[in-house]
């Protein structure tokens, strides 16, 4: 079935230097795919989006990658911060599945000062 | 955007009682669904709960152990019946106003 899976469970980096999340699909026809940002005891943040007509999006400090051909997100931030430091979900939204917004593993960022 | 509410925030329950959750969604959308996050875990999605239709289930979970009820375009429940320790997690409401999903703050649920 499809699924949304990362690579890395956690990430450990400097103060100031650049993290980089990715994030495997399974569903080529994924049409549309989000970025969250969970921190202890609260829900997940929207970060930024990306639909599959675009190889990049930029917002502020966070870039999202996509290549199509091997169904493969990544997250970059810079200039990491201790703020940073959080869960982060990549998730798919199945538009031939009703619409649903499924998540993938998740990956814990550790930020050291 | 969408701001989301979730009450209560977190409950202590006995084992075989039920539990209703209250999701409140500052604007008027018509799609909601509900998930459950194990602790240390990814989010997985209940049911999808659309205003003027039944809510749509995902496998493994059933009307009967976690109706829903979606009264208006603001709000949402979700009840977790006949509970068991098995059943302790955070439950998330999430609403899509537009394209982009928001999520509330989840309800903490610890079964004793």
């Known amino acids: 079935g499809e699924s949304v899976g990362l690579h890395l469970p956690t990430l450990s980096v400097q103060e100031g230097d650049n993290s980089i999340i990715n994030c495997a699909y399974s569903?080529?026809?994924?049409?549309?795919f989000i970025w969250y940002k969970q921190e202890s005891g609260k829900g997940p943040q929207f970060i930024i989006d990306?639909?599959?007509?675009?190889d990049k999006r930029q917002g502020q400090r966070v870039t999202v990658l996509l290549n199509k051909t091997v169904k493969h997100l990544s997250l970059q931030i810079a200039a990491t911060q201790p703020g940073d430091s959080a869960v982060y979900f990549c998730?798919?939204?199945?538009?031939?599945?009703?619409?649903?917004?499924?998540f993938g593993q998740g990956t814990e960022l550790s930020v050291k000062p | 955007s969408a701001v989301i509410s979730q009450k209560p925030s977190r409950d202590i329950c006995q084992r075989g009682t039920s539990l209703t959750i209250q999701c409140q969604v500052d604007?008027?959308?018509?799609?909601m669904f509900w998930y459950r996050q194990q602790p240390g875990q990814s989010l997985t999605l209940i049911a999808t709960?659309?205003?003027?239709?039944?809510?749509?289930?995902e496998s493994g979970f059933v009307i009967d152990k976690f109706p829903i009820s979606r009264p208006n375009l603001t709000f949402s429940t979700l009840t977790v019946s006949n509970m068991s320790p098995e059943d302790s997690s955070i439950y998330l409401c999430?609403?899509?106003?537009?394209?982009?999903?928001?999520f509330g703050p989840g309800t903490r649920l610890l079964v004793l």
């Open positions: 990306i639909r599959s007509n675009m």
């Open positions: 998730a798919e939204i199945l538009y031939n599945q009703g619409g649903k917004l499924i």
């Open positions: 569903n080529s026809a994924s049409d549309y």
């Open positions: 999430s609403a899509r106003p537009g394209e982009t999903q928001y």
């Open positions: 604007s008027q959308v018509t799609m």
């Open positions: 709960a659309n205003q003027g239709s039944e809510a749509t289930y």
